[in-house]
């Protein structure tokens, strides 16, 4: 482990590609997030904060302490930032629908905000913003709505969180970095 003193003791960060399951082993045979990590990651417990499913790649935090962890992942307590392409020709009205939620039966999925940032064909591009990650949470979200033009359910074709709370993803695909001690108290603040 990087002994450094300005690094964090409590908080590391990785950038999750595709293809990769977020769990410390797998039934099947999978890559997991820790086949990109230090064994030493594996052997001292750090548990991933959160999920991202196998299709989506960006952001992923790891800790060692149960109380970051839940402070975290505690709904409506930390704001997640995603990019996403979405198949299908996003309206003004999908977006008010997104704010306003959607049943499903995991619950109500929702987001906070979402800006339209790029078109590409009869695709879309999107920031969304959440404060809870129930499972798929986006994907079910977006695929709860259709297409106007060709009355088909929107898909999420890609999926990339960005930033959690304030600490922003700024590390190449499939690499990982201790959080500094400054990035680990500015992240905390106000959460536990």
């Known amino acids: 482990m990087d002994k450094k003193t300005n690094n964090s003791k409590k908080l590391l960060a990785l950038h999750k590609p595709k293809g990769y399951v977020v769990t410390r082993s797998d039934e099947l045979g999978r ?12 052997q001292d417990g750090w548990m991933p904060i959160g999920r991202l499913d196998l299709e989506s790649k960006g952001l992923l935090l790891f800790t060692t302490d149960g109380k ?50 790029g078109m ?29 033009k060709f009355a088909t359910p929107l898909k999420v074709l890609e999926l990339k969180r960005v930033s959690i709370g304030n600490f922003e993803l700024n590390i190449e695909s499939g690499k990982w970095r201790h959080l500094s001690l400054e990035e680990e108290k500015n992240l905390m603040k106000n959460l536990i």
């Open 68 to 117: 970051v962890g839940n402070a975290l992942t505690k709904p409506k307590n930390c704001i997640k930032v995603y990019d996403i392409w979405v198949r299908g020709h996003v309206t003004d009205e999908h977006i008010a629908t997104a704010m306003r939620g959607v049943q499903s039966i995991h619950g109500l999925l929702k987001a906070l905000e979402v800006e339209k940032i």
């Open 120 to 148: 590409g064909g009869a695709k879309t591009r999107l920031r969304v913003k959440i404060d809870e990650g129930k499972n798929r949470h986006i994907r079910r979200l977006f695929g709860a709505m259709k297409d106007p």
């Open 31 to 42: 890559k997991t997030v820790y086949d990109l990590l230090p064994e030493w990651v594996f």
